[in-house]
């Protein structure tokens, strides 16, 4: 253990989660089109995940494209779903033999229906796998996730499927996209724009937070162990006055 680690707490967090962000600015910093940069953020991406099953840490959630993102010009949009198809279709058959499973969060219903076969398919082949779970975020938005839960618990009260008492936080969080995933441990964003851009607002209630300048593009391995040694000599607290144990940080 080097200095400033704490004792009593695994260094690797279980669940990391990133805010991919700075492709733009990588291109343009070189004089590239902006698909450039979101090309090299796919291999960023690639090389995040071999790193992170390295490293050990069990989950990983990587923020491809926010509910907001529809908002950037139809081509730089079409280019990215292409690019997230693509990764699908190319790397699935790989990270099913290194044992990952795939889990996509974000909103379905408006997704044209060859990519949301897609998606399912990837989540279906790879359902059983242990090794470590990728999570991509795409066309998700935290607030979205939390008004389609509660259209949901609302549906199921007003036909007397539950009763509205009966919500409590473990209800809603049954309902989001992440049900079954364990919160963040830790929050990456790169780039160094320090807001959380509608990523996991409820499951990240007490995430570390960890923003560091690189571009998304030139996050390599040095980038991924600073960001968790900083995690490493964070101290957690849940709103009481010590860390408390593991098993308790990872319930809250
Ligand atoms: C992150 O890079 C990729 C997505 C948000 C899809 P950006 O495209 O946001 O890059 P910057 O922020 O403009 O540099
Ligand atoms: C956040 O990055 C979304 C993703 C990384 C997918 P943005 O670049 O869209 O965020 P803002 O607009 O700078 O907040
Ligand atoms: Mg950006």
Redesign the pocket.
């Known amino acids: 253990m080097s200095a400033g680690q704490r004792p009593g707490r695994p260094v690797i967090p279980g669940h990391v989660a990133i805010i ?6 990588w291109a343009q910093m070189r004089g590239l089109p ?1 698909q450039e ?2 090309r090299r ?1 796919l291999e960023a991406l690639r090389c995040a995940v071999r790193n992170a099953g390295d490293l050990g840490v069990r989950i990983l959630t990587l923020y ?2 926010s509910t907001e ?1 529809w908002r950037r010009p139809a081509t730089e949009v079409s280019f ?1 779903l292409g690019l997230l198809k693509r990764f699908v279709e190319k790397d699935l058959g790989e990270l099913h033999s290194a044992g990952v499973r795939v889990r996509i969060i974000g909103g379905r219903d408006d997704l044209a229906p060859d990519l949301r076969r897609l998606v399912e398919h990837a989540e279906a082949v790879t359902r059983d796998n242990t090794h470590m779970t990728l999570v991509v975020a795409f066309n998700y938005g935290s607030r979205d996730e939390i008004v389609r839960a509660a259209r949901q618990l609302a549906a199921d009260a007003a036909a007397g499927r539950i009763d509205p008492a009966a919500i409590d936080e473990g209800v809603l969080a049954a309902r989001l996209d992440t049900v079954d995933i364990p919160d963040p441990e830790l929050v990456i964003r790169t ?1 160094g724009e320090t807001r959380v851009s509608n990523f996991l607002l409820w499951q990240a209630a007490y995430s570390e937070f960890v923003f560091t300048p690189v571009l ?1 593009p030139d996050f390599d391995r040095a980038a991924f162990e600073d960001a968790l040694a900083e995690y490493g000599r964070r101290e957690r607290r849940f709103g009481g006055l010590s860390e408390p144990s593991d098993r308790a940080a990872g319930a809250a």
């Open positions: 991919m962000d700075g492709n733009g600015r902006r940069g979101h953020g491809s494209f993102n990215l780039s998304w």
